[in-house]
């Protein structure tokens, strides 16, 4: 299985980027969906997360700028940003717990990172 993100760029304060991320392989299902982030000298850290039924969970510096959702049939997940921030600058990593198989146990897979850079 793989994930393979796309979308990252350079874009100015108060502009937009949507990412996205698509798993691929063998997949039996996927449970939730997320998106982290890592700035340069910090942790990586949870920015939005998602359900298989849609329920979206937000951390709150992103919420009311950022958008979350999921395409269960492309099994891929999006990220809108809009009101972006130079604090945004981060590499952004997407976030899948999925199962290969039927009863098979469910696995974390994270997607390569993709550079976002906000300008001032």
Same mark, same amino acid.
């Given at each position: ?13 108060? @502009? ?8 691929? %392989? ?6 939730? +969906?997320? =998106?982290?982030?890592?700035? #340069? %000298?910090?942790?990586? /850290? ?6 298989? %039924?849609?329920? $979206? ?6 919420? @009311?700028?950022? $958008?979350?959702?999921? *395409?269960?049939?492309?099994? $891929?997940?999006?990220?809108? +940003?809009?009101?972006?921030? #130079? /604090? *945004? ?10 199962? /290969?198989?039927? %009863?098979? #146990? /469910?696995? *974390?897979? =994270?997607?390569? @990172?993709?550079?976002? $850079?906000?300008?001032?």
């Amino acid at each position: 299985v793989q994930l393979q993100a796309s979308g990252g760029g350079l874009v100015q304060a108060g @502009g937009s980027l949507r990412l996205s991320c698509a798993a691929s %392989g063998r997949i039996f299902s996927i449970n939730s +969906m997320g =998106w982290y982030r890592q700035a #340069p %000298g910090k942790q990586r /850290e949870l920015v939005a997360s998602i359900t298989r %039924g849609g329920s $979206t969970n937000y951390v709150d510096f992103v919420k @009311g700028r950022f $958008t979350i959702s999921r *395409d269960n049939a492309k099994n $891929t997940v999006y990220l809108q +940003m809009d009101s972006l921030r #130079p /604090e *945004d600058t981060a590499v952004y990593y997407c976030n899948q717990k999925l199962r /290969e198989r039927f %009863g098979g #146990p /469910e696995s *974390d897979r =994270w997607g390569h @990172g993709t550079l976002v $850079t906000v300008s001032s």
